[in-house]
């Protein structure tokens, strides 16, 4: 190309740049990518949220919900199932206590850091101290189950709401459940641990902040366990997940605490319902808070 050409294209190309530029100042206002092709004002938007973080909020996992019912399928089967194990542990021997069904006498925030709903009935730890080995076998064969029922329903909820896992049956294998499994079960016990411990409103306060910052750091690591992580990296990387949207998340966890305890509160449907909706957008939620921070990890990268 001659001295002549260059110029002569130099010229072309500034006043494609100028009519670009003349074209971002009309009516429209759109804005103009370095190769001079429009932005629509959808991306703008959808920058415009991008930039403002991740919107973990309960209208969003509710939203989808409503779109797509069948997600909560797998919990509402598990309600059922729990409900049948409330049934039994009403009729046999071991002491059990009392955890829904009507107890409308103090607000309380029932939230046990993974996708779940409120029974009707509970078995402390001292439940099973001292019992013979039969009785002893068929008090944790029901804990056994009722964490089965929850760690199948979770996982199938996770893997289906996930727009990266192509075939949600195959996270229900190996693996997979086993971590789950265990993450739910560590949990629960972390749980039973500290609700052993009557030290009254001071220390129950005092606990109250380490616990709900754990419950809001957690809070995806079922999602990352069904994506593939072990236990202590899916915690690992819920803590990089949920950094910057902390109050959100405990605002979060507020709401399907409270909304857990009022429908779990209801006489003999709270099981099925506390389970079929606050488990399912529990599970949903985790989903969200993944796929998000997957996201601001890749456009870092």
């Given at each position: 190309m001659t001295d002549g050409e260059v110029e002569a294209a130099t010229s072309t190309g500034n006043r494609s740049n100028s009519e670009s530029v003349a074209g971002s100042?009309?009516?429209?206002?759109?804005?103009?990518?370095?190769?001079?092709?429009?932005?629509?004002?959808d991306e703008n938007g959808q920058r415009d949220a991008d930039d403002a973080g991740p919107s973990v909020t309960l209208p969003q996992p509710v939203a989808r919900l409503r779109r797509e019912p069948t997600l909560a399928l797998p919990f509402a089967i598990a309600g059922v199932f729990l409900t049948v194990l409330d049934w039994l542990r009403r009729a046999d021997p071991l002491p059990t206590l009392a955890t829904g069904g009507g107890e409308w006498t103090r607000l309380s925030i029932e939230y046990a850091g993974y996708p779940t709903g409120v029974p009707e009935t509970a078995r402390s730890l001292e439940a099973f101290v001292g019992l013979r080995p039969p009785y002893l076998v068929w008090g944790i064969g029901l804990e056994i189950l009722a964490f089965a029922a929850v760690a199948v329903a979770g996982i199938a909820t996770v893997?289906?709401?996930?727009?990266?896992?192509?075939?949600?049956?195959?996270?229900?294998?190996?693996?997979?459940?086993?971590?789950?499994f265990g993450l739910i079960v560590s949990f629960d016990a972390v749980g039973r641990v500290l609700g052993s411990f009557d030290g009254g409103l001071l220390l129950g306060a005092v606990l109250a902040v380490p616990l709900f910052a754990a419950f809001v750091r957690a809070f995806a690591a079922p999602a990352f366990v069904v994506a593939g992580a072990g236990p202590l990296t899916a915690l690992s990387r819920s803590?990089?997940?949920?950094?910057?949207?902390?109050?959100r998340v405990l605002a979060l966890v507020?709401?399907?605490?409270?909304?857990?305890?009022?429908?779990?509160?209801?006489?003999s449907v709270g099981t099925v319902l506390s389970t079929t909706v606050v488990g399912a957008a529990h599970a949903v939620s985790t989903v969200t808070v993944r796929a998000e921070s997957d996201e601001t990890a890749g456009v870092s990268d």
């Open positions: 100042d009309s009516d429209d206002r759109s804005p103009v990518r370095p190769t001079g092709e429009a932005v629509s004002a893997a289906r709401a996930s727009d990266d896992i192509e075939r949600w049956d195959e996270a229900l294998s190996g693996r997979r459940l086993l971590a789950y803590w990089r997940a949920t950094r910057g949207i902390g109050l507020g709401c399907l605490g409270l909304a857990a305890w009022f429908l779990g509160s209801l006489p």
